[in-house]
């Protein structure tokens, strides 16, 4: 069973920063994409942003030049820096994992549960 765990979310006044981790673990034999994705009150979940394991990266245009994505494939970990935050920002920040997870399977998209960022004075 895979997992994905996700940390670092909580209440930040607007221009602060927050750091975001999501680690994958459980029966994983490769991680091919990782991102993150945003789900605002009243809206739609949308992609933030995604990396594949070259390291190529797509992100939303709302939040380019503010957020960074990295991951460490050895630790299967996923991390979004995000800087000059803003009320808009707010949402619950989901991570999402493209994995194989044994030899048998095929790829299969796995989510984490979420961790809420609150941008507020």
């Known amino acids: 069973q895979v997992q994905l765990v996700e940390s670092g979310g909580g209440l930040v006044q607007p221009g602060g920063s927050l750091r975001l981790s999501c680690a994958a673990s459980?029966?994983?034999?490769?991680?091919?994409?990782m991102g993150w994705y945003r789900q605002a009150p009243g809206q739609q979940r949308e992609s933030v942003v995604v990396i594949d394991r070259g390291g190529n990266t797509n992100y939303a245009d709302s939040v380019k030049g503010r957020f960074t994505i990295s991951r460490d494939n050895t630790k299967k970990t996923v991390f979004l820096q995000m800087n000059r935050l803003k009320p808009e920002d707010t949402a619950v920040y989901s991570c999402?994992?493209?994995?194989?997870?044994?030899?048998?399977?095929?790829?299969?998209?796995?989510w984490g549960n979420g961790t809420l960022v609150t941008v507020s004075s």
């Open positions: 999402l994992a493209n994995i194989i997870p044994d030899h048998m399977k095929g790829p299969m998209d796995f």
């Open positions: 459980g029966r994983i034999l490769t991680i091919n994409l």
